[in-house]
């Protein structure tokens, strides 16, 4: 089974509509992260969480809020979606160790259009 | 603020050629600098992870080497496959846990 996972996989939705994107890890990270990619743009960090009682907002959160229910879960919602909100949207997750080794851990991606 | 280049944007070569990746970086201040490869409907896999006060790492067929001073790393492939078609994507720590990452190049190895 996969470490981080996310769901839904892809996702049609329209202008105004609420939708939320999860993210869970069995990898027992406590660091957590969502990115938005779009062509041409790379990875932008949406939100992060440190630990379960820890939000913080990343480049680009507008129009995004988040979610941190366990240390295993993270999620990511749109509150009234927009069509400039079509992209793949990833998740993430870290182990800080301190040594400068710690790398993020990704999910498969959910693929969001907004018509 | 801190902005990751990377170049060329797509690149296509037949099998067997060694590759050479570019990715370059404004501030010299990072903690290290990653390369993640990434296939389609998978998410991204780190490739090679090279702190600050390194200079390369060497994994099989890959070598990143890490120029701080002048915000530059390369990502060298070795006898190329097909199997390395794929997005290449570098990333930089610039101290805290976030990474700020390149455009990517969009790799495809012909047989």
């Known amino acids: 089974d996969a470490d981080v996972t996310q769901t839904p996989r892809n996702r049609i939705t329209k202008t105004g509509k609420r939708i939320m994107l999860e993210c869970s890890q069995t990898k027992g990270h406590d660091r957590m992260y969502w990115y938005r990619q779009d062509p041409g743009l790379g990875l932008r960090l949406i939100y992060y969480s440190f630990d379960v009682k820890d939000i913080n907002k990343g480049e680009i959160s507008d129009g995004y809020s988040v979610s941190r229910q366990a240390q295993a879960k993270f999620s990511l919602s749109l509150e009234s979606a927009i069509p400039n909100q079509t992209a793949l949207y990833f998740c993430?997750?870290?182990?800080?160790?301190?040594?400068?080794?710690?790398?993020?851990?990704f999910g498969p991606g959910t693929r969001l259009l907004v018509l | 603020k801190q902005e990751v280049t990377q170049i060329p944007a797509a690149l296509s070569v037949p099998e067997g050629e060694n590759l050479v990746l570019n990715c370059s970086f404004t501030d010299s201040a990072i903690y290290n600098l990653q390369w993640f490869r990434q296939d389609p409907g998978k998410g991204l896999t780190s490739l090679l992870l090279i702190q600050s006060s390194q200079r390369e790492q060497t994994s099989g067929r890959l070598n990143a080497s890490l120029d701080k001073s002048s915000g530059r790393s390369t990502l060298y492939i070795a006898a190329s496959q097909p199997g390395d078609s794929a997005t290449y994507l570098c990333a930089v720590r610039p101290g805290t846990d976030k990474l700020i990452f390149g455009t990517g190049t969009r790799l495809q190895v012909f047989p």
């Open positions: 993430a997750t870290s182990d800080p160790h301190g040594t400068g080794k710690e790398t993020q851990y």
